[in-house]
Nanobody
Framework: QVQLVESGGGLVQAGGSLRLSCTKS????????RGWYRQAPGKQREPVAT??????TTYADSVKGRFTITEGSPNEMYLQMNSLKPEDTAVYYC???????????WGQGTQVTVSS
């Protein structure tokens, strides 16, 4: 079983920066993707950035050049968010997807609010 806990959200002015952290517990075997998703009020959850077991990253077009996904120790994942915009306001979720069996794990989410 994998458990994920996000932290680092908060209120920031447009143009500011935040760094989100995701702490993972439990073992991950096999190829997986890890990533950050977000859900704004009244909208569907959408992928923001992902990283896979080979270190390949993907980013939503709306955050390219502003957000960076990284991994520290085997149990930490980060999302550095720069040049934040009001449209980045959402609950941000940490995700792990196990390709081998299709299991997926989510954190509880952390609120990011960007004021104009």
């Amino acid at each position: 079983q994998v458990q994920l806990v996000e932290s680092g959200g908060g209120l920031v002015q447009a143009g500011g920066s935040l760094r989100l952290s995701c702490t993972k517990s439990g073992s991950i075997f096999g190829f997986s993707t890890r990533g950050w998703y977000r859900q704004a009020p009244g909208k569907q959850r959408e992928p923001v950035a992902t990283i896979d077991s080979r270190g390949s990253t993907t980013y939503a077009d709306s955050v390219k050049g502003r957000f960076t996904i990284t991994e520290g120790s085997p149990n930490e994942m980060y999302l550095q968010m720069n040049s934040l915009k009001p449209e980045d306001t959402a609950v941000y979720y940490c995700n792990v997807y196990l390709v081998v069996d299709g299991r997926e794990f989510w954190g509880q989410g952390t609120q990011v609010t960007v004021s104009s």
